[in-house]
């Protein structure tokens, strides 16, 4: 069964350093998402990506983070300079379609991010 | 705004006990639902949904919920758990054709063997 996949599986970083976040949704997907859970707290979600562009994004989602789909399979999720309370599970998701009936969101495993 | 309540954070059950998660949401148009679970050490699988048609919806492994719309809820039952079900469930809602789906809190069942 074909699945989204993330890497690496736990990232750890230094304060201020940039992290790129990878993700490969599954094939004929045309929606890409990336959530992120603070430990503890709510799946927040971030940004949702179609057609090259974004279609909507939080108010968590600001100029220290981007998106971007450089080829036709890696949808990457980019953290200029990072700050401890970026630490977080990452996840990314994919869905074929908005509308019902087969509208539900794939999530892969998950991208553990640490900033010390 | 969009928000999702699970009533309850931690359950913890018997085997073959009756299981009933709590979910209420708030949004005021078409809502589509679902349920995830994440099992310990996997990823988010969604377990059932509900966008329209008969509001009682079967997922797998035996869970259904029941969306009542008087009452903004999609409550996620299963009438006898086991062991295997030990996992954190996650109800879901989002706009009918939007982007976001927002999550409740989770609930940690544990079931006893």
């Known amino acids: 069964e074909p699945e989204v996949t993330q890497t690496p599986s736990h990232q750890v970083t230094q304060m201020g350093q940039e992290v790129i976040l990878r993700c490969v949704p599954i094939?004929?997907?045309?929606?890409f998402y990336w959530y992120r859970q603070i430990l503890g707290q709510k799946v927040e979600f971030l940004v949702s990506?179609?057609?090259?562009?974004?279609?909507?994004k939080s108010e968590i989602f600001d100029d220290q983070f981007s998106v971007e789909r450089p080829d036709g399979s890696n949808f990457t999720l980019k953290i200029r300079s990072t700050k401890l309370e970026d630490s977080a599970m990452y996840f990314c998701a994919s869905s074929v379609r908005l509308a019902p009936p087969n509208n539900e969101q794939f999530f892969g495993p998950g991208t553990r991010l640490t900033v010390l | 705004a969009q928000s999702v309540s699970q009533h309850n954070h931690h359950v913890i059950l018997s085997e073959a006990a009756s299981l009933e998660l709590g979910c209420n949401y708030s949004y005021g148009g078409t809502v589509n639902l679902f349920w995830y679970v994440q099992y310990p050490g996997q990823h988010l699988q969604l377990l059932l949904k509900y966008f329209s048609g008969d509001p009682l919806v079967k997922g797998i492994k035996g869970f259904e919920a029941e969306f009542i719309k008087s009452k903004f809820s999609f409550n996620l039952r299963k009438p006898s758990v086991q062991w295997s079900d030990t996992a954190e469930y996650f109800c879901?809602?989002?706009?009918?054709?939007?982007?976001?789906?927002?999550f409740g809190a989770g609930t940690r069942l544990f079931v006893k063997a």
């Open positions: 879901a809602v989002n706009r009918a054709g939007g982007f976001k789906t927002i």
């Open positions: 990506f179609y057609n090259n562009e974004i279609s909507e």
């Open positions: 094939s004929n997907h045309l929606y």
